[in-house]
């Protein structure tokens, strides 16, 4: 994904989301169609809405408010925050590796290039100031023989916490439930949002200075970063999922196998079955890392 105004990525340290920008320093107001009531907030502060509470937008949310206290900073997520990180590395969440802190050997080990790494990401936020942000915000981490680095608790809900925490300390506004689904430019230059709560059938437009984008994978994030002016390079899947119909399988949730070889029959498809390094049960049937 490309970011016209690389200049926002750098000043709010969100290297894992798409941003996009309009310089419109107006009033930021909250106002809503016919199908909701109309709020306004007259103040003189910016408003950031970040779209996704996952690790990346919730992280980016919680860096903007250090860099610009000013700045409101809004997180909008469809579900649950950080709902992926409870359940990453097997219950544990494998923060980052600590074997290859240095950032050039770590980026050289990226399957699909390295470029990007190195450079955006790196620079600003390599294994080492990951290590160092969570020990600053008081989470001890321990690095096994693998160079897994995981909380000394060994529960992601560590983790999960101390950012929800941070967030809640820096004054940053979290909602949930509500789903961004379409975004686009006023003439005044600002980003206007339609957010919708499906379970009680109500639609706002949320007026913003900035908007940054946190979707993960989600196909609506891409929509929204298209529609905003940004073009997509197409995402390569790196972790895969097998929902498998087996409600033995549910026991074992959480359980990760470190070596697993497997082999996959695809219709239609020709070629090798990819490479497995580890597989792990989830509620829903298996996870393969390749
Ligand atoms: C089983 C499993 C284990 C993993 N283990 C690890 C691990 O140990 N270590 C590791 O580093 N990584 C791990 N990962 C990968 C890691 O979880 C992801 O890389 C990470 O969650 C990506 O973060 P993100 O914030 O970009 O996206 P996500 O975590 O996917 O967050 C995106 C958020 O955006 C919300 N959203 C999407 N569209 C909209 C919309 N239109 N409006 C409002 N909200 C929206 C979603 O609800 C979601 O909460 C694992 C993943 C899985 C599935």
């Known amino acids: 994904m490309t970011s016209a105004t690389p200049w926002t990525l750098l000043r709010y340290g969100a290297s894992l989301a798409a941003t996009a920008r309009l310089s419109a320093p107006t009033r930021p107001l909250c106002f809503s169609s016919s199908h909701a009531t109309i709020k306004s907030q007259q103040t003189s502060e910016q408003l950031l809405v970040v779209i996704g509470a996952g690790p990346a937008g919730v992280y980016a949310a919680i860096r903007a408010k250090e860099v610009d206290p000013h700045l409101r900073v809004l997180v909008i997520d469809k579900g649950r925050p950080l709902s992926k990180v409870k359940i990453s590395g097997g219950g544990r969440c494998n923060v980052t590796n600590g074997h290859h802190v240095e950032k050039t050997r770590l980026a050289e080990n990226y399957p699909r290039g390295n470029r990007e790494l190195r450079?955006?990401?790196?620079?600003?936020?390599?294994?080492?100031?990951?290590?160092?942000?969570?020990?600053?915000?008081?989470?001890?981490?321990?690095?096994?023989?693998?160079?897994?680095?995981?909380?000394?608790?060994?529960s992601s809900a560590t983790i999960v916490d101390c950012l929800l925490h941070e967030a809640k300390k820096n004054g940053v506004t979290l909602q949930t439930g509500k789903v961004v689904s379409d975004a686009s430019i006023s003439d005044k230059g600002k980003y206007i949002l339609k957010i919708e709560k499906?379970?009680?059938?109500l639609v706002e437009f949320v007026e913003a200075d900035h908007v940054l984008i946190a979707t993960g994978s989600s196909q609506q994030g891409y929509k929204i970063a298209v529609k905003l002016g940004h073009s997509i390079v197409?995402?390569?899947p790196s972790l895969f999922t097998f929902k498998i119909d087996d409600a033995k399988l549910a026991t074992l949730s959480g359980v990760t196998f470190p070596k697993v070889k497997a082999k996959m029959?695809?219709?239609?498809?020709?070629g090798n079955a990819p490479e497995l390094t580890q597989a792990c049960w989830t509620h829903v049937g298996d996870t393969l890392g390749s």
């Open 119 to 154: 450079g955006s990401f790196f620079n600003f936020h390599g294994p080492q100031d990951t290590i160092c942000w969570f020990s600053d915000h008081g989470v001890e981490l321990k690095t096994e023989e693998d160079g897994r680095v995981f909380p000394v608790s060994n």
């Open 198 to 201: 499906r379970t009680i059938d």
């Open 234 to 236: 197409d995402p390569m």
């Open 265 to 270: 029959k695809l219709e239609k498809v020709r």
